[in-house]
């Protein structure tokens, strides 16, 4: 078992040693590609199974499915800003209050506007595009780094089961968390595999995609100051150094850009989050909308969101207990401290998650021994899962009328 504070050495599963590493035999880079095409197959099936069940029902209500994907919620407000820039404000009760779009991070909405230039493609297909493109890449590397720490069986299930989440619908969505997650996967394994420099080049980069993009900094620098103090600074690499500088640029250089605009180089992007009904108060918020919830009831939506945040801290407790590596932990408990105490939009903290991979690797671990011992519970809790991702999914997106 992988000790939790260590770089995990290659799975004992998969005698090819960690994708990317640069003492493997010669000729592995290249069969990679090969032996991740079953994960990454299953992944794409998933999906389109979600795609296919949301369209249907989409017009049999008389919704288009792609303007229910590519235009909905976050995603008018990404497009707006892809459009026009940071420009965008919107008056709500009472008519002193107003939501400006500062609040929505830079990244998306530029690969969106750059992919819109260089293509003929709309602003709304290009988001689309991006995000499908991501949500690969980022099963991609969520598959390496199944691989690297449980073997290829593992890593597959991890993908899958990415894939079935019962928000997983967002990842078909023009909306931030696949770009997120895929930079968040690519980074983390290059902590795993001491790539330090891409590591906190691509933490750069998760953290001007999201304000929870803040967690892949923060396990990129707990995971660089443990090694620095295992090892009292002898020998660390430059590299190390650098890669921890890096990693926490993108978020910073947002947030203070935002301050900087509203007169407040430290408060300012949280003054924008507050006019918006969100801001850190350690959950005493969502406690109350929980008690609230358990005593008046509420939106299909809640309960089922309650249930998921809940699954969610069990899956982060049984990650410590199975001493999963340090990145990991940091990145996942991150996001799940921002989730749970963040105020306002209790129906969306399941998709905050969705970044979360590495809480689904107990999950997939007991999957795979599952398939070996008895395949056929194997393939109905897979078949479970898809109804409830594919079904509720559609729900979300077609009938909610609640922020996703």
């Not at 819109?116 to 689309?128: C, K, R």
């Not at 939106?299 to 410590?320: D, K, M």
Request: net charge positive; aromatic share 10%.
């Amino acid at each position: 078992m992988t000790h939790a504070f260590t770089i995990p050495a290659p799975s004992v599963e998969d005698p090819e040693g960690p994708p990317g590493g640069r003492d493997r035999r010669t000729g592995t880079a290249r069969r990679l590609p090969t032996t991740a095409a079953a994960a990454l197959g299953l992944f794409a099936a998933a999906r389109l199974g979600g795609f296919l069940v949301l369209a249907a029902v989409a017009w049999a209500s008389g919704k288009s499915p792609l303007r229910l994907l590519g235009h909905s919620w976050d995603s008018v407000w990404y497009l707006g800003i892809a459009a026009h820039g940071y420009v965008r404000t919107q008056p709500i009760r009472p008519p002193a209050v107003v939501r400006s779009d500062t609040a929505f991070f830079p990244l998306y909405p530029g690969l969106l506007r750059s992919v819109s230039e260089l293509t003929p493609l709309s602003l709304e297909t290009a988001g689309l595009l991006v995000s499908w493109l991501a949500a690969a890449v980022a099963a991609y590397g969520i598959y390496l780094i199944g691989n690297r720490l449980h073997g290829r069986a593992t890593a597959t299930a991890l993908v899958l089961l990415w894939g079935l989440l019962p928000h997983s619908v967002v990842l078909s969505m023009a909306y931030t968390e696949p770009v997120l997650t895929a930079f968040a996967a690519w980074s983390l394994y290059a902590v795993l595999t001491g790539r330090w420099v891409w590591a906190g080049v691509l933490a750069a980069c998760a953290g001007l995609a999201r304000p929870n993009g803040c967690a892949v900094a923060a396990a990129v620098l707990v995971t660089a100051a443990y090694e620095i103090c295992r090892t009292r600074g002898r020998g660390v690499s430059h590299r190390l150094w650098t890669g921890a500088a890096l990693a926490p640029l993108g978020w910073c250089g947002y947030v203070g850009w935002v301050g900087h605009r509203q007169g407040d180089l430290l408060g300012g992007y949280f003054s924008v989050q507050r006019l918006w009904g969100s801001r850190f108060d350690l959950g005493y918020d969502s406690l109350h909308f929980v008690k609230r919830l358990l005593l008046h009831g509420g939106r299909f939506v809640f309960p089922i969101s309650l249930l998921l945040v809940a699954v969610a801290v069990l899956l982060f407790a049984l990650l410590i207990a199975d001493r999963t590596p340090l990145p990991l932990l940091v990145h996942s408990g991150v996001l799940l401290l921002v989730a749970l105490g963040g105020a306002g939009f209790f129906q969306c903290k399941p998709r905050f998650l969705l970044p979360a991979f590495p809480l689904l690797i107990p999950l997939a671990r007991a999957l795979v021994r599952t398939a070996r011992a008895r395949p056929s519970h194997a393939v109905l809790v897979v078949g479970a899962l898809a109804g409830l991702s594919f079904a509720y999914g559609a729900y979300l997106v077609a009938f909610a009328r609640t922020p996703l």
